[in-house]
C-alpha cells in the first residue's frame, strides 16, 4: 500500500521510544479520548519524535497505516502501569499496519510543540520541514477539511 496524495494523515507525538516500539511490535498507538482529534478515521498516523530520541528528536521518520481503533481504558493497554494516575481514563487505541520509515526524516527545523497535526500524503511526500506538514489557508486546506467531512465526521 502506497502513500497516496489523496490519503489523510494524522501526525502524534510519540513521547517515548517504548511508545514507538509498541506502535512498531505490537501494532498500536494509544490517544487520550479528552484530547483526541475529532475524527480518527485517517488512512496513516505519522509519528513526531519527541526530545527523548535524542539525535533523531523533532523530526517525523516513521509512519504506519490505521486498521481502525476501539476504546480501552490505559491500565488495559499499559498492563505494567495498574497503579497509574491515568489507569482507568478512556483512551483510542489505533490499530496499525507495519510500520514503514519515510524515504527522508522530515525535521522542524526549530523546535515545535506539536500533540496532533492532520496532513495529506501530497504534503507529507513534498515536505523538508516540519512546517510544510501544515495546510495552508488556501485551496489545499478546503481539500483537507473536505477529506474530513467526507469520512463522517
Avoid: N
Avoid at 488495559?76 to 481514563?89: G, K, N, Q, T
Amino acid at each position: 500500500m502506497d502513500i497516496e496524495p489523496e490519503d489523510l494523515i494524522l501526525v502524534a507525538v510519540v513521547k517515548s521510544t517504548r511508545d514507538l516500539e509498541i506502535a512498531r511490535v505490537l501494532g498500536w498507538y494509544r490517544i487520550p479520548v479528552a484530547t483526541a482529534p475529532k475524527t480518527l478515521r485517517v488512512d496513516w498516523l505519522a509519528f513526531y519524535q519527541s526530545a527523548a530520541f535524542g539525535e533523531e528528536k523533532w523530526s517525523v521518520r516513521h509512519i504506519c497505516p490505521v486498521r481502525g481503533f476501539e476504546l480501552a481504558r490505559r491500565g488495559e493497554l499499559l498492563r505494567d502501569e495498574p497503579d497509574h494516575v491515568r489507569a482507568e481514563e478512556p483512551y483510542f487505541k489505533l490499530m496499525l499496519g507495519p510500520m514503514r520509515s519515510l524515504p527522508r526524516p522530515i525535521p522542524a527545523r526549530r523546535w515545535r510543540w506539536v500533540t496532533l497535526l492532520f496532513t495529506t500524503g501530497e504534503r507529507l511526500a513534498g515536505a523538508h520541514d516540519l512546517t510544510d506538514l501544515r495546510v495552508p489557508a488556501s485551496d489545499t486546506q478546503d481539500r483537507l477539511w473536505g477529506l474530513l467531512r467526507e469520512r463522517g465526521e
